[in-house]
């Protein structure tokens, strides 16, 4: 797809048919990129709110974002491709949506750092827990330009970006390459 807007991507996905990405131009849009036949990107949605950090539920059947209509960023979940009414996942802010692989939670984090689980109910519409707070991070402040964290597929571990410590010395990071050549034979 040939752009002259700048256009970020952000999910596959599962069965490889849809790229979703946002376009911070005019209207801030969720757009998607069909994979096959005539691969006509189509809007998602679009209003004049901030949206971002589209993902697609394991199953394809629903999509999980953030936007600030509301104020503040809140986590909403719609069903794909639509139509269908949106379901606020979040209860007092939140960012950074992220499906487990089996489809039965979403994880986000709330504003003031701590991570977030939401139960999702098996069904034909979407039917959402109260978020629990699953422990608070290291971090203080929700960057749209990064991602911050990482969960493993079973929803069981989790990667956090940390802030590296005042005077704290560092640590080197040693890097080996070709070292397969030091293995005995």
Known sequence: MASD?????????????FIVYVSP??????????????????????????????HFSPDGRWLA???NESGQAEVYVQPFPGPGERVRASTDGGSQPRWRKD???????????????VAIKDGSAMELGVPKV????????????????????DGQRFVVLAPVGGDAPQSPITVALNWTAGLEK
């Open 65 to 67: 974002y953030y936007s």
């Open 134 to 153: 699953l422990f608070q991070t290291p971090i203080t402040a929700i960057t749209r330009s990064i991602d911050q964290y990482a969960v493993t597929a």
């Open 25 to 54: 131009i005019g209207g801030r849009g969720i757009w998607i990129l069909p994979l096959s036949n005539d691969r006509k990107p189509f809007v998602f949605l679009e209003d004049p709110f901030m949206k971002d950090e589209p």
């Open 5 to 17: 807007q700048p256009t970020y991507p952000e999910d596959w996905s599962t069965d490889g048919r």
């Open 103 to 117: 489809g039965s939670e979403l994880f986000y984090l709330a504003l003031d750092g701590r991570l977030m689980a």
